[in-house]
């Protein structure tokens, strides 16, 4: 997945049966960096591409 700096998405965590807002910064060695109100957290490429998260834009808020 293809992911635009400065825009939020939102992450769903499957196993977890929770979700947060995070707005994306960067890609590095194929982790996607995303920030929220707690701070910096990353999503690996493995683990959207095994769909343990649903992560979808989120429109002008």
Known sequence: MEFQRGVPYEIRYKNLKK???????????????????????????????NRHVDIEEIADI
């Open 19 to 49: 979700s947060k807002v995070g707005t994306y910064l960067c890609s590095t060695d194929r982790v996607n960096i995303f920030f929220d109100i707690n701070g910096e957290f990353g999503v690996s490429d493995e683990f959207i591409a």
